[in-house]
């Protein structure tokens, strides 16, 4: 039989592992969804709606506006091969978490062998500061 004293001492511990073990459950959820990529989807189509040859690659990524306007880095890119007639869907997740007081703006173009067939003319305020984080792009052929 334990004394009283052995008997507390033997509770402080089991409640102490308890306690740690929850602890280190909860910060497992919580640095995961700290962790979770934020994303973006949408639909990209051209201006004349031409079907694409065999070949070509739909470019989509968002970058980060730092201060005084100047475009920053990217943040999220997405590279796939795209054929026949628009639209076309994409989906692009954030290699980082994102600053939720700057600017994040999204470009798109569409590439044949390497060059630009279509690009966005401006690019478009996605995912933070109130902006959408699904969107649909018109990328007008290049001149």
């Not at 008997?7 to 306690?19: I, K, R, Y």
């Not at 031409?50 to 690659?57: D, I, K, T």
């Amino acid at each position: 039989m334990l004394s009283r004293t052995a008997f507390h001492s033997l509770m402080s511990m089991a409640l102490a592992a308890c306690l740690a073990l929850l602890l280190s459950a909860c910060s497992t959820v919580f640095e995961r969804d700290r962790e979770a990529p934020e994303s973006l989807s949408g639909q990209v189509t051209t201006n004349d709606r031409q079907a694409l040859p065999a070949g070509s690659e739909l470019e989509v990524f968002m970058q980060e506006e730092t201060k005084s306007d100047i475009i920053g880095p990217i943040v999220a890119h997405s590279k796939q091969a795209v054929s026949g007639s628009p639209p076309f869907s994409f989906e692009l997740k954030a290699d980082k978490e994102l600053a939720p007081q700057r600017l994040h703006i999204l470009r798109a173009r569409i590439l044949q062998d390497g060059e630009i067939l279509y690009e966005t003319r401006a690019p478009l305020p996605v995912m933070t500061l109130d902006h959408p984080r699904q969107v649909e792009l018109e990328l007008r052929r290049r001149p």
